[in-house]
């Protein structure tokens, strides 16, 4: 089956390239450990011409092949690499941003074989405390894809991640987020504080201490806060009610549990309704397994996982921009 | 003027040795950087024996001559040298305390000279979520001292620090407390998180950066919680509406905020008022400005600072243990 569109998620630590046939169905899919933090160092020759920038590197060693193949193929990315630490700076576009106006606002940077490489810009919501997201608006518009457009009213969009991104959108777009450090912090406590001296790395999934901390989130006693309750990370491991190897997934449910009961409380009010919306979460299925948990505790009962996120948005956003075929739809 | 107690304040990094006289009037403090963490290395001899051990070399660098002088001073130490890392553990008491069920429960180890020192035991408040506390009782309790007894139910005791301990009083009693991570988080975020990558440290004290990170804290938009609002410090610096030398203050103020209007509303609750109690604060004197603008901005209105609390403690602790002749009160 013919390739139509290369599509690269590069984010901050990982690339993924996706060849793509008609439909945006998938013929190969690779993995490399090439994120923007990351870039490959060694010098080599590429289109008959040394070369040592990272950028070239990694993008060769993604799809060189493919493209050695079919020189043609259109190329697109989203994430970190259009940051600007990134191969060329996409400037975020403003909410509201759907899939025709970020796929009009590619950036573009020529690669050393001649290749353009079309960049997703990120989202930016200039609110008080404004947010910005990249790589995460592409996700969301390829779960929107298949939706009725009239259930998205109803609709939150949950990535989780070091920090996690909860979107509300609106027929088919991106209108307002959020975002919680959570992962970030539960990354920092357990390596550089004192929470994390008495951690110990349990051999699997602890459920039971995760659930305990999502309890103590939304329990009265998590009233004070999340500055206090992580104390009690420590204080219930010197009086024996909680094993040191309890401890990190206690902290986690902890942490995720303030994140989701505060959740709760906004959409509610912004919503004006008891009710909450229906989640989609979007991630590494570890993650989102663990949100789903805390989420039922919190009361949002309507959870559904979105697969293929990623080389969806990136399959959208090429139709959008025209670089597809109108027959590759 | 004769010298009637040694008392050592001794924490994680610093050990202060005071050298008190009748009615715990200092007559010389010494700081050294000798905490239970950072304790002597280099071998001496002590009383006629080479000693490598870190607590008998920090104990004689800090008082050895006071003792060669008059050795039959009695010695009360409090804080970290209590702990199970320290130099004898003393178990924790349990609320409620006052100094006299901790002065007849100090523990003691005898030093390679021969002298007693006593302990001073931690408080542990045995509640749901527990909390702990190892020198700042004895703080405390020198804070009540000149105190009248009937002011104390209207009364917080407020201890800035990497753990943040905020006291309830009554009748000179210890009755509850609770602990925020706020100084310690803040410090991770700033060393280790990518809030730190974009901060600048200013020359001084960013007065207006900071008063607003706790507008924040408290504004609508800070009812979305910290772990929201924490992305605020990096979003602002992209959209240049916080330059990178006002992020660590604005930082501070962002989570010191959190803190304080978490704990406006547990105390108004467990007091069933809308009326704040008096604070006072103990510590460092730079740390207690920071608190005493947010506790204003928060509505606790009565905000005073309490000078040598620990010597006073200590004081009033060897009094109640007998280690004092009763002429010298």
Redesign the interface.
Known sequence: MQAQLIALDWGTTSLRAYKLAAGGQVLELRSLSCGIMQLPKTPRVINGRECADGFELAFDQACGDWLDAQPDLPVIACGMVGSAQGWREAAYCDTPADVANLGNSLQTVRSLRGTLVHIVPGV?Q???????MRGEETQVLGALQNLAVDVSNELLIGLPGS?SKWVEVAAGCITHF?????G??FA??S????LGRTQQQGAQFDGPAFDRGVR?ALSA?G??????????AR??G??G?LSPTAQADYLSGL?IG??LS??A??QRRRRNSGRLPSVILIGNSQLCARYSRALDACGFTRVTLAEQATERGLWQLALAAGLLDSSSR
Chains 1, 2 share one sequence.
């Open positions: 930016i200039r609110s008080a405390l404004p947010n910005v920090h959020d975002t919680f450090m959570t970030e912090v920092v406590l390596e550089h504080s004192i103590v006693d009233e004070i806060g999340v500055l206090s309750t992580l104390f009690s204080t219930l010197l009086t009610a942490l303030h994140e505060a959740l409380a906004v």
